[in-house]
């Protein structure tokens, strides 16, 4: 998150200073996109656990989170194959191995390809052929529906394309029960709701560099002040629904209180958004986005995995 902030702001290092195999590696990894694997891998990992109620089988959390990381590793490196001309243009992202010319768009490919394989087969022989095929559909969404498709084309683009960093929960329960089940559908919710919002504030930090790349962000296409209500109705209908979950008896009481002082912080931090002129508000609601999702994820596991005492 640190680092993602400094490009924000022009200060990130250009990251030359390694030489030979090293380098080699630094940049395979930042190829990867290791930060939103982290994430995907979080909610993973969240699902696995609710679905379990309690800690999975470690062979099976293992095989499950590897072959996930390979399959996202893989939708990250052909972005940065389609994206290479535009992320030369944006200080966030013109450091990428890809754009920099540090690994040749056709070595990506095949990175991407190897991953991909080694990611699916790995779900579909040590897991189950829906955790595969789940996880396979969500990087062919990001890949074709998103980077190739959406991102260029309208500033609906983060809102219709926020399904496929949704599906990891998906993958994740059905790796544990061989289906899939009502909470793991609640964290798709989540996380699906909570992408505009994040995104948008981010957009708000970068809008003269998606103007720039001709990206059809919200703030470039709407304007700041559109885009800072966009971000205010999406924040309220992503906590009513977030809190719906109590009521409907998807989720219980200990994630329903969670939920709702979360929610309020996520609420208040992003009406301040709305009156501030600066890029203070939407680095706050930013950086609290990411803590949100990590403690929503905690406190779903903590509600299907900690039993609470009957009051008599």
């Given amino acids: 998150m640190s680092s993602t902030l400094s490009r924000v702001d022009g200060a990130a290092p250009f990251p030359g200073a390694k030489s030979g195999w090293r380098a080699i590696v630094d940049d395979y990894y930042e190829l990867a996109k290791p930060r939103i694997i982290f994430l995907l891998l979080v909610t993973t990992f969240a699902a696995m656990v609710m679905a379990a109620r309690g800690i999975p089988p470690l062979a099976l959390t293992f095989w499950t989170l590897l072959g996930g990381a390979l399959s996202a590793a893989s939708a990250g490196a052909i972005n940065c194959v389609w994206d290479r001309d535009i ?4 200080v966030r992202t013109k450091f990428r191995p890809v754009a920099r010319g540090a690994i040749a768009p056709c070595d990506a490919l095949v990175f991407a390809a190897v991953a991909q ?9 040590l897991v189950n052929p829906l955790a595969a095929w789940l996880s396979l559909a969500g990087n062919a969404y990001y890949v074709a529906i998103y980077t190739m498709w959406l ?22 329960w059905a790796a544990v029960t061989h289906q899939l089940g009502s909470p793991a559908f609640a964290l798709f919710a989540v996380i699906f709701l909570w992408t505009p919002p994040h995104f948008w504030a981010l957009s708000l930090m970068t809008n003269i560099d998606y103007d720039k790349a001709g990206i059809p962000m919200l703030p470039n ?49 992003a009406w301040k958004v709305a009156g501030d002129p600066t890029k203070r508000a939407p680095r706050v609601l930013f950086k609290y986005s990411l803590l949100y999702l990590a403690l929503m994820c905690a406190a779903m596991v903590l509600d299907r995995v900690v039993p609470l005492p009957h009051v008599v």
Wanted: with cysteine; proline share 6%; charged share 10%.
């Fill in 87 to 90: 992320d030369r243009l944006m």
């Fill in 117 to 125: 394989l080694a990611g699916f087969a790995m779900l579909y022989v």
């Fill in 151 to 172: 991102k260029r084309i309208t500033p609906l683009n983060i809102v219709i394309g926020g399904a496929a960093g949704a599906v990891p929960p998906l993958v994740g």
């Fill in 221 to 269: 296409v709407k304007g700041v002040a559109r885009t800072k209500r966009e971000i205010m109705i999406y924040s309220l209908v992503l906590v009513g629904v977030s809190l719906a979950f109590f009521p409907l008896h998807v989720l219980g009481p200990c994630y329903g209180g969670c939920a709702l002082i979360l929610g309020c912080v996520f609420l208040w931090d």
